[in-house]
């Protein structure tokens, strides 16, 4: 692959990743629609800011999970573009800065509609974007990446996606947006599960490698289950039908992806489930906002 090249960015911002971004808006935009109080401009402007800020962290993760020695050549997961040499620590940092300035353009034009007060919630998207694994104390080196998983790609962007549109936030949303976040947490517990054994030689403290493999094979399915229990509990306390039952439908594809993943067990073969889960993933989005417009 040509250093530099558009291809290396491509790899570098993980497009398959990125329905990470797209889903907590969807939901909390179908959310609003359903309420009443839907604001395209405003839905738009979600999106794209939170599709920027995820390309900031794939990026400083790039850079600095090599940097602290967690992407070696041995790595079992996808390639890396900085650690492959596709791109060049200069062209590196002016990326991100480029991408971070996008990314405050987009929140500025939230102001418009949220008001200042917004300001502090948007710093810290940023900032967990850096902080994640940038930093002299990186979130995801102690333990609370899942934490900030389900913070930032789901109860902050669905919550304020809502919020910014409708000027109100219900126990309704918080149900939705955190069934959102343990849903794309799947994500990130595929790749602890798979790189436990390197991230406990490199120093890297996932919630994988500090509680055990155990763990690690039932966190995943109990990630799904809880979002399944809080897409129900739109319907039983919510009246919300279809929203509480189209979400159902994710379920025998994450058991399936489930079980391979514990007949797999280790190794580069768990990038099989890592692309399903990705696929899953994008599906409850797609069913959880269908069932909310559809009440």
């Known amino acids: 692959m040509k250093t530099n090249s558009f291809a290396a960015w491509v790899l570098a911002v993980r497009p398959y990743s990125l329905g990470a971004s797209a889903i907590p808006v969807a939901v909390g935009s179908a959310m609003a629609w359903s309420d009443g109080g839907f604001r395209l401009p405003v839905a738009l402007l979600c999106l794209l800011f939170a599709l920027l800020t995820q390309c900031v962290a794939n990026l400083v ?3 600095w999970d090599f940097r602290r020695g ?16 596709y791109i060049t620590l200069p062209a590196m940092k002016t990326g991100i800065a480029l991408f971070t300035l996008a990314a405050c353009a987009a929140g500025c034009g939230l102001l418009f509609y949220g008001g200042w007060k ?8 940023v900032l967990f974007a850096y902080l994640y694994t940038a930093g002299p104390w990186p979130l995801a080196y102690h333990g609370l990446g899942d934490v900030a998983v389900v913070a930032f790609f789901g ?6 996606t809502y ?5 109100t936030w219900t126990p309704q949303v918080t149900a939705a947006a955190l069934a959102c976040g343990l849903v794309i947490d799947t994500m990130l517990w ?3 599960f798979r790189d436990r054994n390197e991230d406990a030689r490199c120093g890297k403290r996932t919630v994988v490698v500090l509680l055990g493999e155990k763990v690690g094979r039932w966190g995943y399915l109990l990630l799904g289950v809880a979002a399944l229990a809080l897409c129900l509990s739109l319907w039983i306390f919510g009246g919300r039908l279809w929203a509480g039952l189209l979400p159902l439908l994710y379920a025998p594809l994450l058991a399936a992806t489930w079980r391979k993943m514990i007949r797999i067990d280790h190794g580069d073969e768990l990038n099989v489930c890592l692309g399903e889960t990705a696929r899953n993933m994008q599906l409850f989005g797609v069913l959880l906002t269908l069932g909310i417009l559809l009440g």
């Open 155 to 160: 109860a902050i962007p669905t919550g304020f």
């Open 61 to 63: 993760n790039d850079l």
């Open 118 to 125: 917004l300001i502090p919630v948007g710093a810290a998207c």
């Open 163 to 167: 919020l910014i549109q409708t000027g």
């Open 190 to 192: 595929i790749n602890n």
């Open 70 to 85: 967690a992407d070696q050549p041995d790595r079992l997961g996808p390639d890396r573009a900085f650690a492959k040499g």
